[in-house]
């Protein structure tokens, strides 16, 4: 079983930052693509970036490109969503998951990719 908790969110003013973190337990970690996801209410599950087993290649969602970051330490099991220039609109429970198959990046945007889940950790940006 792998478990997945997610920390770094909050309230923050447009323009301004915040860091989530992701950190898995268990040794399946490396491997598999992570992915980060938000959820607005009302709104379905949406992709927001994707990281490769090595890390050396990412994904993102075009709301995001250029003010979002995804990394991981493979040796540490944690991956880190730096979220930068924050807009309103990027209000939303976010969550970190961990791929289905193994050095698999096929549709790595779809939540149905995705086998194991965080809770979320809540993201508020105020205008």
């Known amino acids: 079983q792998v478990q997945l908790v997610e920390s770094g969110g909050g309230l923050v003013q447009a323009g301004g930052s915040l860091r989530l973190s992701c950190a898995a337990s268990g040794r399946t970690f490396s491997g598999y693509v992570m992915g980060w996801f938000r959820q607005a209410p009302g709104k379905e599950r949406e992709f927001v970036a994707a990281?490769?087993?090595?890390?050396?290649?990412?994904y993102y969602a075009d709301s995001v490109k250029g003010r979002f970051t995804i990394s991981r330490d493979n040796a540490k099991n944690t991956v880190v969503l730096q979220m930068n220039s924050l807009k309103p609109e990027d209000t939303a429970v976010y969550y970190c998951?961990?791929?289905?198959?193994?050095?698999?990046?096929?549709?790595?945007?779809?939540?149905?990719?995705?086998?194991?889940w965080g809770q979320g950790t809540q993201v508020t940006v105020s205008s």
């Open positions: 998951a961990r791929a289905r198959r193994t050095y698999d990046t096929t549709r790595y945007y779809s939540p149905d990719e995705y086998e194991y």
């Open positions: 990281i490769t087993w090595g890390g050396s290649s990412t």
